[in-house]
């Protein structure tokens, strides 16, 4: 393993000595990561004075936009964050807020993105995908269209609770939409419920060709979810991966399959049960496993992606995930048949650590959660 710090370039073995064992990681100190055979990066900071970026995504000619959770939609020009737009109806509260974000494939034509958040349009709370046109120099939205609306949120103290809310386009074209249960009893085993889910739908919100239907909302699909904040799609194959928060043990990482169950029962007893297992065998016959789970404590995991490129080393093809309350980003390899082969924490020494994105330019885009967070950039060395 090799780091080096980009401030000092001072070669890590003497950056450990001068460190520490024990201080390795701490400010100043090089990234620490355990596992065998992870590439060198370097840190550096893109964008800072953020409150609490939850996304970045690129348009095509690789403009950084960026979504922060009191309510705004940004763009990175200049260096700087420009605020595109700050819908009014933005409900900021616990884990809610301005949320997920996601490019429209078509961007270059028809200028399409997509964001996920907390409002009170509809009088009581709900989470909503909204579609916005972004206008030439990436300094204002308009043509707002609500594709879907309706994700259930608590009502009660805990508004905000287990948002999800992570967007992606598959490489089959449709919007995926990744919820959380609401902090509710109700939402992930009801096949009516859009929370605890993850949807499949169009660019206009109508259920995506090959969604399982049945007794499902024909817009969900999987089910059984806690919390999911993060999604990739596996270049190789273009299999569907979903990062999961648990309760006080197991964050998940789950390979999902059309019409899967992944086992989350909270109301299995007549309450929320916060305790409940993360896939519960006993209430819900057939649930499937996860991929990977954290075991105890969590880490708090939310958005990840899959790496690619060489310039990567033995990181090509894993699955990076960061997490907040465990400040790191775990790296998973799996299998082409979805085992865990290999996994790594790399601590970057910046705090809690909301998503990881691969940007055009091969690099990996970390987000600072904090009210004075940054956008962060992993190069390797
Ligand atoms: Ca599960």
Request: net charge neutral; glycine share 14%.
């Amino acid at each position: 393993m090799l780091f080096r710090s980009k401030s000092t370039h001072i070669p890590r073995k003497l950056l450990v000595a001068l460190c520490g064992a024990t201080l390795v990681g701490a400010t100043g100190c090089p990234p620490m990561v355990s596992g065998d055979g992870a590439p060198a990066f370097t840190v550096e900071t893109v964008v800072s004075g953020l409150d609490r970026p939850w996304e970045v995504a690129f348009t095509p000619d690789g403009t950084m936009l960026v979504t922060e959770r009191p309510g705004r939609i940004g763009a990175v020009i200049g260096g700087s964050r420009v605020v595109m737009a700050a819908p009014t109806d933005v409900v900021a509260a616990s884990e809610g807020g301005m949320l997920g974000l996601a490019v429209d494939p078509n961007f270059a034509a028809n200028r399409s993105i997509y964001t996920c958040f907390v409002s009170n349009l509809g009088g009581a709370l709900d989470e909503r995908v909204v579609r916005w046109t972004v206008n030439a120099d990436f300094t204002a939205l308009t043509g707002r269209a609500d594709i879907v609306t309706g994700i259930p949120l608590n009502l009660g103290g805990s508004a905000g609770r287990h948002s999800g809310c992570r967007l992606r386009f598959g490489p089959d074209g449709a919007l995926w939409i990744t919820t959380g249960d609401g902090a509710r009893s109700d939402t992930p085993q009801n096949p009516l419920s859009l929370g605890g889910k993850v949807l499949r739908v169009t660019t206009t919100g109508s259920p995506a060709p090959g969604n399982p239907g049945g007794s499902l909302d024909p817009r969900i699909f999987t089910l059984g979810h806690r919390n999911v904040q993060g999604l990739s799609f596996r270049p190789s194959d273009g299999a569907a991966f979903s990062m999961e928060q648990g309760t006080g043990c197991d964050d998940e990482v789950n390979s999902l399959v059309a019409g899967g169950n992944y086992g989350w029962n909270p109301g299995a007893g007549g309450f929320y049960n916060e305790n409940a297992p993360m896939t519960d065998l006993l209430t819900v016959p057939g649930a499937l496993p996860a991929a990977w789970s954290s075991g105890c404590p969590t880490i708090a995991t939310s958005g990840g992606t899959f790496l690619q490129g060489s310039q990567w080393g033995t990181w090509n093809d894993a699955l990076v995930t960061a997490a907040l309350k465990g400040t790191q980003l775990r790296v998973l390899k799996f299998d082409a048949a979805g085992a865990l082969v290999q996994q790594w924490t790399s601590l970057v020494d910046r705090g809690r650590l909301r998503t990881a994105t691969q940007g055009p330019d091969g690099n990996l885009y970390v987000l600072q959660d904090s009210s004075s967070g940054s956008i962060l950039r992993l190069v390797p060395a």
